[in-house]
């Protein structure tokens, strides 16, 4: 049975910038009012960041790059209805932990899988010391804890309906095809669009995932660009970084009715953005997580 429990707070966060920002000790003290709300804000700042942990159970966990560096992770919410339901946007994130590992910090991690499943699904990418290597190394009917979802997800409603972004430009690195993913299989009516592509960038083959999906998601009306930073002599398909691939292609047919969707490194996201913008793409329609 799932249990929940309440924590501590986080850090109190640095206090708003103004003119008293580097005061002296002499100054703030002929600031009394200050003297006396600081205790009141750090009490508000515990009750706010008090969070609730949400105990579920792996439901299956395996390898997602050829590499072994990636792994998808399963976890079954049937005892967490509340936490599976409050995820309503392709995009959302919440931060996860492995129950004893109180010297590792709880790890941000994107959900993969789309909105209304009885499980979240996550891509998990084994960094050493870090609380993902210990999620890598877990195996079914193991617990993690789950935090509160956080965010609003892509805010697709600026590109819907589909005649107020013909042309979808989607764009992912390494992990940030989590919510990538989780978007092409929630919809956004890509076959009525006019053109809908993905560049999606890796450093090889053995280190791309989902794979096994790209034929489904093409045939929802989504062409995939794949770019590898690093492939072997048998590539023949774009090489270097996704921001170079799409610069040399663009064939953007109307920047008016364009939008695009990014997630992952971020030199990627300003290059693209940049380049988006300075044809004349709206930035309100360049969607963004976070």
């Given amino acids: 049975m799932a249990t929940a429990a309440t924590i501590s707070a986080t850090p109190l966060a640095p206090l708003p910038s103004s003119r008293h920002a580097f005061a002296s000790p002499k100054m703030l003290r002929s600031l009394p009012f200050l003297r006396r709300r600081l205790p009141s804000l750090a009490a508000a700042a515990v009750k706010q960041d008090a969070a609730v942990w949400n105990a579920a159970p792996v439901a299956s966990i395996g390898a997602a790059s050829a590499d072994g560096s990636l792994f998808h992770l399963r976890v079954d919410l049937s005892d967490a209805a509340d936490l599976a339901s409050s995820f309503t946007a392709p995009g959302q994130y919440l931060l996860v932990r492995v129950p004893g590992e109180d010297d590792l910090k709880p ?11 009885g499980a979240f699904e996550f891509l998990v990418k084994a960094v050493p010391g870090a609380t993902a290597e210990k999620l890598c190394g877990l195996r079914d009917g193991d617990v993690v804890e789950l935090g509160a979802i956080m965010g609003k997800g892509f805010p697709v409603e600026r590109v819907t309906p589909a005649d107020a972004a013909e042309t979808l430009l989607l764009f992912a690195t390494g992990t940030g095809i989590s919510p990538i993913r989780s978007l092409i299989e929630f919809g ?6 006019a053109d809908v592509r993905l560049y999606y960038g890796a450093r090889n083959l053995e280190t791309m995932a989902y794979q096994e999906r790209f034929a489904e998601w093409e045939s929802s009306g989504l062409k995939i660009v794949p770019v590898l930073s690093r492939p072997d002599d048998g590539w023949k398909g774009e090489r270097g970084y996704v921001q170079r691939a799409f610069l040399e292609a663009k064939n953007i047919a109307n920047p008016a009715s364009t939008g ?6 971020s030199q990627m996201i300003e290059e693209v953005t940049s380049a988006l913008t300075a044809d004349g793409v709206s930035q309100d329609k360049i969607l963004k997580n976070f």
């Fill in 107 to 117: 790890a941000f991690m994107a959900i993969a899988s789309p909105p209304g499943g």
């Fill in 188 to 193: 956004f009516a890509a076959k009525q669009r």
């Fill in 260 to 265: 695009a969707v990014l997630c992952g490194q």
